[in-house]
């Protein structure tokens, strides 16, 4: 029998999740399934990161630890309005092994079909990714041919030579660190540059 996990959430606390409860208790019973758990954010939204909605959190968190084998919505923006967030889910609960039941969208990753769509989702993140790797290298590339000089600033000439003195006065790199107030990385490659 698969154990199955439903997440609830709406946004205001004049909703409720009653509805979205009942609903998915019954899918749950007429596919077998035991629902061992239910995670609900009452009065938060979907667009609140991980971070704000503590059942959410709680449920990836037990996703991790493989204490369901099913997570059962209402529907996707339940589970989040940010689509960034949301493939990130979605992607770290397919990883773990655990399939996906979406009520409203008719997804079950239980089934074939399910898992060809789950697939399809995941071939439009991998697209959006693209897209936006593309426009911030076009956007590096404009800043570029503009003259904008990209990249941490340099060290100045004054604290360069600093740096190169106190080598010389036998000081470790640490040292002259804190004296010059410089990382010890940046000292470092100040003094080892040719």
Do not use: C
């Amino acid at each position: 029998m698969r154990r199955a996990a439903i997440y609830l959430r709406v946004s205001t606390d004049g909703q409720t999740t009653e509805n979205q409860r009942l609903e998915l208790v019954a899918v749950a019973e007429r596919s077998g399934w035991e629902v061992v758990e239910v995670y609900e954010d009452a009065g938060i939204s979907g667009a609140k990161g991980r971070d704000k909605r503590p059942a959410f959190d709680r449920l990836t968190k037990d996703a991790t630890r493989r204490k369901f084998d099913v997570v059962m919505a209402w529907s996707v923006d339940r589970l989040g309005r940010s689509l960034q967030d949301l493939v990130a889910f979605l992607s770290e609960v397919h990883v773990l092994g655990v399939d996906l039941f979406l009520h409203q969208q008719g997804i079950d990753t239980t089934t074939p079909a399910g898992k060809a769509m789950f697939q399809m989702l995941g071939v439009f993140a991998e697209f959006e990714r693209s897209m936006i790797q593309e426009r911030v290298k076009a956007g590096l590339a404009r800043a570029r041919s503009q003259g904008k000089i990209l990249g941490r600033p340099g060290v100045a000439q004054p604290t360069r030579q600093a740096v190169l003195e106190a080598k010389a006065e036998g000081l470790s790199i640490r040292k002259i660190a804190e004296r010059v107030g410089l990382s010890v990385g940046a000292v470092h490659g100040i003094v080892s540059a040719p």
